[in-house]
């Protein structure tokens, strides 16, 4: 099979809100009347597969990075975490959509998108590998 007019690693796409100061940040694909645009997540069940590398004002161009699991990635991070720990989407509370946290304890379903490579600290950018977890539910402690 021939695959023509395709292309691999990062890629300039519209903002479709400021993402001003958003590198590392997780982020969607969508549109506006046919024209593809990023977004920061608006719910934690958001499938974010591309990370800001340049951030961009609304309207403009962003850099965004496709996640792939052969190459580990910075991801801004809320809370703290451990290697091996398992990543989600934060909840989405104002500056905090698009960053990564660790998993809750807290009974939910939750989109595990990465396993961090390092400790970290809140704000970070955190050394981590995305990965094809996919949904794990937390029934509760």
Do not use: W
Not at 55 to 71: F, W, Y
Not at 105 to 129: F, M, N, P, S, W
């Amino acid at each position: 099979m021939t695959q023509s007019n395709t292309r691999a690693g990062s890629f300039p796409v519209l903002a479709g809100e400021s993402l001003t100061g958003k590198e590392g940040y997780l982020v969607k694909m969508t549109h506006d009347t046919g024209v593809p645009e990023v977004k920061l997540p608006a719910a934690i069940t958001d499938i974010t597969p591309y990370l800001i590398g340049d951030s961009a004002a609304d309207t403009e161009l962003a850099e965004v990075v496709p996640l792939e699991d052969g190459r580990n990635v910075r991801l801004k991070l809320k809370g703290t975490c451990n290697p091996g720990d398992q990543l989600v989407l934060a909840a989405i509370a104002g500056s905090d959509a698009g960053m990564v946290r660790l998993i809750p304890t807290a009974a939910g379903t939750y989109r595990v998108i990465a396993i961090a490579e390092e400790a970290g600290v809140d704000g970070q950018l955190v050394l981590c590998r995305p990965c094809a977890v996919g949904n794990v539910t937390i029934s509760g402690t």
